[in-house]
């Protein structure tokens, strides 16, 4: 890159580089949401569910009723 072109090796041709934003957007919240629904729906493992969601959530005090 020089003077913010790309320059090609081959034929010196300048080219201007395109911006390539990659969006990305992430839910935690559905994830959360998911693991306690699994909680409430298999008693046998809530404290797994309920640990899981604790880590993407510390704060979440719906599962802290379960604890």
């Known amino acids: 890159m020089k003077d913010n072109y790309l320059i ?9 580089p395109e911006k ?4 990305t957007n992430i839910s935690l ?7 306690l629904n699994k909680m409430k ?18 704060n979440n005090q719906e599962v802290r009723k379960y604890l």
């Open 29 to 35: 919240g559905s994830d959360a949401e998911n693991l």
């Open 20 to 23: 390539q934003e990659k969006e």
């Open 41 to 58: 729906n298999d008693p046998a493992n809530a404290r797994m569910y309920a640990n899981l969601i604790l880590d993407i959530d510390p």
């Open 8 to 16: 090609c090796n081959y034929c010196d041709s300048k080219f201007i």
